[in-house]
C-alpha cells in the first residue's frame, strides 16, 4: 500500500525549487478544475504518480522521482486535431514535445520534464484543449 507523501516527503524527494513548480502546477490545475486526484506508485520509472481525474477520465498526471518532475497529458484524435490548428501559438519546445511523442492507436502522450514555472501557462493552455476548466 503506497503511503501518499506529505509536503515534506516532496521537498526531500524534489528539493524545495522543484517543489515549488510542483506546487504552483497542482495550484494552477487546482484553481481551475474540480477533480479526484489520486496518488499511485509511480512503477519502474518514477517514485509517485498524481492523477487528476474526473467521470473516469484522466485530465493529466505530475510524476515525481528524485529531483525530477514529470508532467503527463494524452491527447486523442480530436485534440490532436485542436492542437494541430493553433501548433503555432505555442512554443517551439511545446511543439518538439508533441512532435517527438509517442502515438499509440490515435493517442499522443506528451512527457514534459518540469523544472521551472515558465512552462505553466502553456501546460494550462494545452488542459483546455483536453478539457474547458469547470471552476471560475
Known amino acids: 500500500m503506497l503511503k ?22 497542482c495550484t494552477s490545475i487546482e484553481n481551475l478544475y474540480a477533480m479526484d486526484c489520486l496518488w499511485n506508485n509511480g512503477g519502474k520509472t518514477w ?8 467521470g473516469g477520465k484522466t ?20 485534440e490532436r486535431t485542436k492542437f494541430e ?13 508533441y512532435d517527438e511523442a509517442k502515438t499509440y492507436h490515435d493517442r499522443k502522450w506528451m512527457m514534459f ?14 488542459l483546455a484543449i483536453k478539457r474547458k476548466p469547470n471552476k471560475k
Open 47 to 54: 517514485t509517485y504518480e498524481y492523477k487528476y481525474r474526473r
Open 85 to 97: 490548428q493553433e501548433r503555432d501559438k505555442y512554443s517551439i519546445k511545446v511543439q518538439f514535445i
Open 4 to 25: 501518499n507523501p506529505d509536503k515534506e516527503m516532496m521537498i526531500t524527494l524534489l528539493g524545495k525549487e522543484l517543489y515549488d513548480v510542483w506546487d504552483e502546477v
Open 113 to 126: 520534464d518540469l523544472k521551472n514555472k515558465e512552462d505553466i501557462p502553456e501546460l494550462i493552455k494545452l
Open 59 to 78: 485530465l493529466c498526471a505530475l510524476y515525481a522521482r528524485d529531483s525530477q518532475i514529470g508532467f503527463m497529458i494524452i491527447f486523442g484524435k480530436n
